[in-house]
């Protein structure tokens, strides 16, 4: 069984050992032929507290940690730019 990973954007740190990250899909309309992106958001693990809004991550899927977090994060890509 493959083992499903996403690569989103932190758009969430507020809580504690938990992210909110936001993976961009970008599809074609099937009637109108336009570019549409669709956001989905994903509540990820995180359990040193290491991610920062704007981060780039790559999130696994894992068991059911709470009602509604079943992702874990893996990795951080890229961290986002201080001003």
Same mark, same amino acid.
């Given at each position: 069984? !493959?083992?499903? +990973? @996403? *690569?989103?954007?932190?758009? &969430? ?7 909110? *990250? !936001?993976? +961009? &899909?970008?599809?074609?309309? %099937?009637?109108?032929?336009? /570019?549409?992106?669709? $956001?989905?958001?994903?509540? #990820?693990?995180? +359990? +040193?507290?290491?991610?920062? *809004?704007?981060?780039?991550?790559? /999130?696994?899927? $894992? @068991? %059911?940690? &709470?009602? $509604?977090? @079943?992702? !874990? *994060?893996?990795?951080?890509? $890229?961290? #986002?730019?201080? #001003?």
């Amino acid at each position: 069984m !493959a083992v499903k +990973e @996403r *690569v989103g954007v932190v758009v &969430s740190d507020k809580m504690e050992k938990t992210v909110v *990250v !936001a993976i +961009e &899909s970008r599809t074609t309309h %099937p009637r109108y032929g336009k /570019i549409v992106v669709r $956001t989905k958001r994903y509540k #990820a693990h995180d +359990e +040193e507290n290491q991610c920062n *809004v704007g981060d780039q991550v790559r /999130i696994q899927e $894992t @068991r %059911p940690m &709470s009602k $509604t977090k @079943r992702w !874990a *994060v893996v990795d951080i890509l $890229t961290r #986002a730019v201080k #001003a």
